[in-house]
C-alpha cells in the first residue's frame, strides 16, 4: 500500500472519529467469503465501506474506533485503545491453500491501523465493561447479518447478550456517517476514479472499432472485460450490459447471448473497477457501423440532453433540476420531431432518473435528494455523478410510430463537480454520431 493511499485510510478514520463524537464505540465488520456451492466460494469482495476506512482486503475482519479510547484486557493488564483491527490469525496450512494472510502484528506496518488483534480478542471488546462506557455502538447491520466464518460466532454471541450487557446503549447503523463522508471525493479517490474511467474509455476505444453484425453479445464483453484486465483493473464495477435491439429496452439486460444484427442498435453499459473504485459508461452503436435516419433522431435527442445537462454541473446547482432539465429536452426533442404527440408520457419512455452518485460502488452509498438532515440534491465539490438520460421504444409501443419500435439509446459519462465547474472523466470517448462513424468504418 502506498503511502498516500495509508494516509488517506488514515483520514478518513480521523473524520469518522469525529463525527461518531466521545460518547460512541463503533466496530465495523469487513465481509466474509460466501459459499457458491459444495466448497467453492464467490469471488471474495471487501465491504466498501470497511475499505474506506481500512484499505484491508482480506475476509474475516473489524475495525474497532473509539474517540475516547475502549479497553482490552489481557491478564490482568488492561490498555486503552483509540483504533484496532482484528484479523485471521495467521496458519500455515490455510495460507499455503488459500494464500498468505496479514497476520495481526504486521498491521501498525503495512496498513498503518495503530493496533492490530486477532479475531478471538473481539470478544473481549464485546462482552466486557466497555460497551456499559459508551452511550452508543455504531455498527454496519447490513454486513453484519451476512458475515459467515469465524465472525458469525463471535457476532451472534455478541447480539445474544445484548440483552444483558447493554440494557442502556443506543445502537445505530454506521452507514449514515460513512455515506456523507464518502458523497465528497478526496484527492486521493479522483486520481482512482480517474485510473477507473480511463481504463474504461480505452477498452471501449478498442471494443467499438471490432463490432460486427453476426458478432455475439458474450463477445463484445470479453473484449471489453479483457482491455480492462490487462490494463490494470480486476474486476467489473457491475455485470456488463450488452444489449443488441430490442434488449436495450431492458434496463439491466445481461444474458449477453444473442447474435448482432445488421440495422440493430447494440447499447453497452459497462465500466472497469480500478482499486475498489468504480467507472460506469454507457455508449450506444450502430452495429454495422451507420445510423439509421430514426436511429439518429432518437440518438441525437438523448446526446442533447446528456450534453446539455452535463454543462450545467457546478457546486450549488440541484441535481433534481438537471433531472427535470433532461426530461424537458426529451419530451422537447420528441414533440418536435412529431414522434410523440403527448409531452405527458415521456416517463414512459426514459425510464429511469438522470444519474446517480460513483465511488466506492457503481451507485455510490451516499443519501440522495433533500432530506430533514441535509440537502444532499445540490452539488457539491467533490462529488462525482453520473449523467445517464435514455430512451427506449420496446416493440408494441403503443404512442410511438412503428419504425422507432425495437430502439433503445442511452449516453452515459461520469463527472466530477469540481470549484466553478465540472470535469468529465470520460470525456475521452467520442459519442457524436459522425465520429462514432467515423471510427466504427461505416460498414
Ligand atoms: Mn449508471
Not at 466496530?27 to 464467490?42: E, H, L, V
Not at 454496519?140 to 465472525?151: R, V, Y
Not at 446539455?308 to 450549488?316: F, L, N, R, V
Request: proline content about 2%; overall charge positive.
Amino acid at each position: 500500500m502506498t503511502k498516500e493511499q495509508k494516509e488517506f485510510h488514515r483520514s478518513r478514520r480521523v473524520r469518522y472519529a469525529e463525527l461518531l463524537g466521545k460518547d460512541s464505540l463503533s466496530i465495523i465488520f469487513g465481509n466474509t467469503a460466501r459459499n457458491k456451492s459444495y466448497d467453492g466460494s464467490y469471488d471474495f469482495k471487501q465491504s466498501k465501506n470497511f475499505y474506506y476506512l481500512t484499505g484491508f482486503t482480506e475476509p474475516n475482519a473489524a475495525l474497532v474506533i473509539a474517540p475516547s479510547g475502549f479497553e482490552i484486557n489481557s491478564g490482568k493488564k488492561s490498555k486503552i485503545f483509540h483504533e484496532a483491527l482484528f484479523v485471521q490469525k495467521k496458519d500455515q496450512m490455510m495460507e499455503t491453500w488459500n494464500g498468505k494472510r496479514l497476520g495481526y502484528s504486521n498491521v501498525k506496518r503495512v496498513l498503518g491501523i495503530d493496533h492490530g488483534f486477532v479475531n478471538e480478542e473481539l470478544t473481549k471488546i464485546l462482552s466486557s465493561r466497555n460497551i456499559y462506557n459508551f452511550r452508543r455502538l455504531y455498527l454496519n447491520f447490513a454486513e453484519m447479518i451476512t458475515l459467515g466464518s469465524e465472525m458469525k460466532g463471535i457476532i451472534s454471541g455478541f447480539l445474544n447478550s445484548l440483552n444483558v450487557i447493554a440494557p442502556n446503549i443506543e445502537i445505530a447503523d454506521a452507514s449514515f456517517l460513512l455515506g456523507v463522508m464518502r458523497s465528497v471525493k478526496t484527492k486521493y479517490e479522483i486520481d482512482e476514479m480517474k485510473k477507473a474511467c480511463d481504463i474504461s474509455v480505452n477498452a471501449y476505444k478498442d471494443t467499438m472499432k471490432k463490432i460486427r453484425p453476426g458478432m455475439y453479445e458474450y463477445e463484445v464483453q470479453a473484449n471489453l472485460e479483457y482491455q480492462y484486465m490487462v490494463n490494470g483493473s480486476s474486476d467489473n464495477a457491475y455485470s456488463p450490459i450488452v444489449a443488441g435491439g430490442e434488449d436495450a429496452c431492458i434496463l439491466h439486460y445481461d444474458s449477453n447471448n444473442k447474435k448482432l444484427r445488421n440495422g440493430d442498435l447494440l447499447l453497452i453499459d459497462s465500466g472497469a473497477e480500478y482499486e475498489y473504485y468504480c467507472s460506469d459508461i454507457t455508449r450506444t452503436y450502430p452495429v454495422n457501423g451507420k445510423f439509421s435516419k430514426e436511429q439518429k433522431e432518437i440518438y441525437d435527442i438523448v446526446l442533447k440532453a446528456n450534453k446539455e445537462c452535463i454543462k450545467k454541473i457546478k457546486p450549488g446547482i440541484k441535481f433534481s433540476s438537471l433531472r427535470d432539465l433532461s426530461e424537458k429536452i426529451l419530451a422537447d426533442g420528441l414533440y418536435k420531431a412529431g414522434i410523440l404527440k403527448n409531452k405527458k408520457l415521456i416517463r414512459k419512455y426514459s425510464l429511469h432518473g438522470l444519474g446517480h452518485h460513483i465511488g466506492l460502488d457503481t451507485h455510490d452509498a451516499v443519501s440522495y435528494g433533500k432530506t430533514v438532515y441535509e440537502d444532499n440534491d445540490t452539488l457539491r465539490a467533490g462529488n462525482v455523478l453520473t449523467i445517464e438520460p435514455g430512451l427506449y421504444f420496446p416493440s408494441g409501443s403503443k404512442d410511438i410510430a412503428k419504425k422507432y419500435w425495437g430502439i433503445g439509446v442511452r449516453i452515459e459519462d461520469d463527472i466530477l463537480v469540481k470549484r466553478g465547474g465540472f470535469e468529465n472523466l470520460t470525456e475521452g470517448l467520442v459519442k457524436e454520431t459522425g465520429e462514432i462513424e467515423e471510427i466504427m468504418g461505416g460498414r
